[in-house]
């Protein structure tokens, strides 16, 4: 049988990925754009595609997208594939599904970031023994994306983990957060932006020795308990900026460990905590990756 290629798509907030690829994960052709307007950013994207597709000789059988959100995920509704609510000037209720595939003439699918990033992570060899995992993205949001049964999540909207409400004690945290819906929310309290508020300077300038990661790593593992309460993960993919601070990661497991207190038996909450809590096996390619098994999914028979 002959190849069959496929384009994925990572739209974030600050720039957009683009990759084409065949149906073995061997990329073609990749370009980064900073994303523009969404006129200028889907003229882009457009180009791109179309002059290398011309070159290469090739077809398109599908395209995956991860965007940033909300976005309106129900296939019923008149505004499915829409980006929402966004506060990003010029792309609330833009149709982003829908431009992409009547520029290019291909079928679009098109999920979250965060979901194409779990997805991504669990297309690797290591996962086919699991069937439940989230990847969460620390940056500038925090948001994450949920593979429940070996399924992508969505429910009712879909999942806003960034803004579940944490323990926050004000003696000792006076920073009252930063989410102009819920001021102290996970969010509000652990995103890049809010490290730079509370300490007064970029997040990327805070030295390792600095109280700033302690704390830091107190609010990510009472998120982290309160997931593994609830969805009870098999594995739990910590991405995104701040989490290039390498040392997190071990704050975290210790303090996820210590706020379970032996509850939840498993070896996973204790010696085997590194192989539970990690860090994105696609680096920073996670959501891109994913948007590539979005295409592949879409075109699959049912
Ligand atoms: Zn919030």
């Known amino acids: 049988m002959s190849k069959q290629y496929f384009g994925a798509i990572e739209l974030g907030g600050t720039k957009t990925n683009v990759l084409i690829a065949d149906d073995q ?3 073609l052709a990749k370009k980064v754009f900073p994303t523009l307007s969404p006129t200028e950013t889907v003229t882009d994207i457009a180009r791109f595609i179309k002059t290398t597709v011309a070159s290469e000789g090739i077809e398109l059988k599908s395209i995956g997208v ?3 959100g909300p976005l309106d995920l129900h296939p019923d509704s008149k505004t499915y594939g829409f980006i929402t609510t966004t506060p990003k000037l010029g792309w609330e209720f833009f149709d982003i599904k829908g431009k992409i595939e009547s520029a290019l003439d291909v079928h679009v699918e098109i999920d979250t ?8 992570e669990y297309s690797f060899k290591a996962m086919q023994t699991i069937q439940n995992l989230v990847y969460i993205t620390i ?11 070996g399924e992508l999540l969505h429910g009712l909207v879909h999942p806003e983990f960034g803004h579940i409400r944490l323990p926050h004690d004000q003696r000792v945290d006076p920073f009252p957060g930063i989410c102009p819906y819920h001021r102290d ?8 932006p809010a490290l730079a508020e509370r300490w007064r300077m970029p997040a990327d300038e805070i030295p390792q020795e600095h109280v700033a990661w302690d704390l830091e790593g107190e609010y990510i593992a009472y998120a982290l308990s309160d997931l593994i309460c609830t969805v009870s993960p098999e594995k739990i993919i910590l991405g995104g900026g701040v989490m290039h601070r390498y040392y997190l990661y071990d704050i975290i497991r210790a303090k996820t460990i210590q706020i379970m207190n032996n509850y939840i038996r498993s070896k996973y909450l ?8 990690i860090s994105p096996r696609w680096k920073n390619e996670s959501g ?3 948007a590539l098994c979005l295409a592949y999914q879409s075109s699959r028979p049912d």
Request: charged fraction near 10%; hydrophobic fraction near 40%.
């Open 25 to 27: 994960n061997n990329p």
């Open 66 to 68: 991860g965007s940033f």
């Open 113 to 120: 970031d965060v979901n194409a990033a779990a997805l991504g």
């Open 139 to 149: 940056g500038t949001g925090i948001g994450a994306g949920f593979i429940v049964n």
């Open 185 to 192: 929310c996970f969010e509000g309290l652990a995103s890049g």
């Open 270 to 277: 204790e010696e085997s905590v590194g192989d539970y809590i």
């Open 288 to 290: 891109l990756m994913g």
